[in-house]
């Protein structure tokens, strides 16, 4: 089993729809978790930090279940500059291991 | 707002070459790394250099790879003999560590190996 995995996509949706995507993980030594966006050709970016307690900042929100080992990211009310890829990273011992990705489009 | 920046933005080479690639990570970060990806495909991790030296390495990061910090500032990826498959995007990051691990990436160097 890969330590990371996501569903590639692509994600369509409609502007204006709510999507929600997971990703899996294995060793669940991993103290960290992130979700990165990553737009074409360019560096990857934070989007936000994951904790247990989930967290939120705007229309985005993410939550961490140890017990099933996955994270998942919710975007309320997509804009089509949410349109890209969204990334999983896990954080071990410093070393950052990063998901596939999942790719969104948001469609007018 | 600080950033890690990447020298050159695009390189081209040819096959059998040795390329250097430069990055500037931010100044107070303690942890520093390089990345790669090959378009369309995932972000794959190369290398992590901490207190002067590798922590850690993938398998991709064979012989043909070494990591350089010259001075207190530069964070240099050499890849020597470059192959047609070495052609990639390549990122170096930086994060300080401790509570705050979030790593910051620079805008990349796009190596062409023709």
């Known amino acids: 089993r890969k330590e990371v995995e996501q569903d590639p996509g692509p994600f369509n949706v409609p502007e204006g729809a709510t999507v929600a995507f997971n990703c899996t993980y294995s060793?669940?030594?991993?103290?960290?978790f992130f979700w990165y966006r990553q737009d074409c050709r360019k560096e990857p970016k934070l989007l936000m930090s994951v904790y247990s307690s989930g967290n939120e900042d705007g229309r985005f929100t993410a939550q961490l279940n140890r017990a099933s080992q996955y994270i998942s990211l919710l975007i309320r009310d997509s804009k089509l500059s949410d349109s890209a890829t969204y990334l999983c990273v896990k954080d071990s011992n410093y070393q950052l291991i990063w998901g596939a990705g999942t790719k969104l489009i948001i469609k007018p | 707002e600080p950033e890690v920046t990447q020298t050159p933005s695009h390189q081209v080479t040819q096959m059998g070459q040795e390329v250097i690639l430069r990055c500037v990570p931010i100044s107070n970060h303690l942890y520093f790394y390089w990345y790669r990806q090959i378009l369309g495909q995932k972000v794959e991790f190369l290398v992590s250099f901490y207190n002067n030296e590798i922590s850690e390495k993938s398998e991709i990061f064979d012989d043909q790879f070494s990591v350089e910090r010259p001075d207190g500032s530069n964070f240099t990826l050499k890849i020597r003999s470059t192959k047609l498959e070495d052609s990639a995007m390549y990122f170096c990051?930086?994060?300080?560590?401790?509570?705050?691990?979030?790593?910051?990436f620079g805008q990349g160097t796009r190596l062409t190996v023709v």
């Open positions: 990051a930086s994060r300080t560590g401790g509570t705050s691990p979030e790593a910051f």
């Open positions: 060793n669940s030594a991993s103290q960290s």
